[in-house]
């Protein structure tokens, strides 16, 4: 997640990894969210506690940058041979936070400048960036959003070219780079009438020029920039219901949408490029690593995959992995009520993400690219 200062990371990721602690959460899910770093994971839990039940948000991150990684355990419904010949059985969602204002500002000196460098290379090597747009700095500058908007992706170019040399080794455009960049709304319930089509006409009208000029200074930094994706997806986030002297945290908006972004999102659009022959083929490479494995585990393949997962093509098969890529509708709710019902719980899971998206688009807060 790329935002300014006080566009609210810090609370986003704290409400999202609380919420999964709680009991509704673990009992209606087929996983359990644990926190791979337990002192991180308590840090988060208490910051979320704290938002329930005191009405206390969390302070800004100040200086250092915090990777926050994240394992999604099935819980185990088959019997034991089922389970060891599943293609996996976790999945790992890493969530970066970092001091908005290095976005903003000059740091403090040389050493805070190598973390600003490692920390931006670290998160160049997701697999999707969300673009974070404050709607409480919307509503200040209400009749005149312009102003904020242009500055805000004016701030994302500058410091992007200001770090370029530093990110790109002796100049070589990276390979490893997130392709898809989508434009997230954070705060939403301040914006409460603002739906995912608004959001995009919003930006599109107030700040198309700017976004545009990002997409360039990134097609700059990145090998295979054709398949390049930069405000062409949309997202509506909130982190709870906050009033005067309560924060009800189990009214948010988007942050289940998370795990299933960064699970079916990048496989989607990856293969869908792929197939277009719009990306090279190495760097397709870097891309599809294990997409073999995701596609045998959402349409319940009986694959047999070597230990060391790799490419599409060598595994399973581009027939395969086309099929799971072009699974939905009706068919994607088919094969989640089979799997449940054989309580194959990978398969529901991952079809299940499909099928959350797909809700999140009915519903209005997300908006994907037909591209």
Known sequence: MFGESGSGKTVMVS????ATQEPQYLNKNLFNVVADNI????????NYLGMRDSARLPGPTNFAATS????????????AKAVKARPFDALRLVWHDYPGDWFEQDVSG???????????KTLLGSDVALLLVDSQRLLDNSGEEERYLKSLFSN??????????????????LVEFPLIWMMALSKSDLLPNLDVFMFRDL??????????????????????????????DFVLLSSAKFDANKIEVMKRVGLDLVPPLAAMLPFERHIRWEQAKLIPRKVADKLLVGAGALAAGLVAA???????????????????????????????RQVNADALAKRDYLTAILTGFRMDLDEGEKEHILLRSRR
């Open 203 to 232: 930006l599109i009208d107030k700040a198309g020029d700017e976004i545009e000029e990002l997409r360039k200074v990134l097609a700059g930094l990145v090998e295979g920039n054709d398949a390049l994706s930069v405000g062409e």
């Open 15 to 18: 409400s999202f990894y609380g």
């Open 156 to 173: 994302f170019r500058n410091g992007l070219l200001t770090l370029k040399d530093d990110l790109l080794l002796d100049g070589k455009p």
């Open 68 to 79: 926050y990684s994240f394992t999604m355990k099935l819980k185990n419904g088959l019997d």
């Open 302 to 332: 009986k694959v047999k995959l070597p230990g060391k997962l790799g490419v599409l093509q060598k595994f399973v098969g581009p027939d395969l992995v086309d099929i799971a890529a072009k699974l939905a509708g009706d068919k994607v």
């Open 39 to 46: 002192g991180q994971g308590n840090r988060l839990h208490r």
């Open 110 to 120: 040389p050493e805070e400048a190598q973390r600003r460098v490692d920390t931006f």
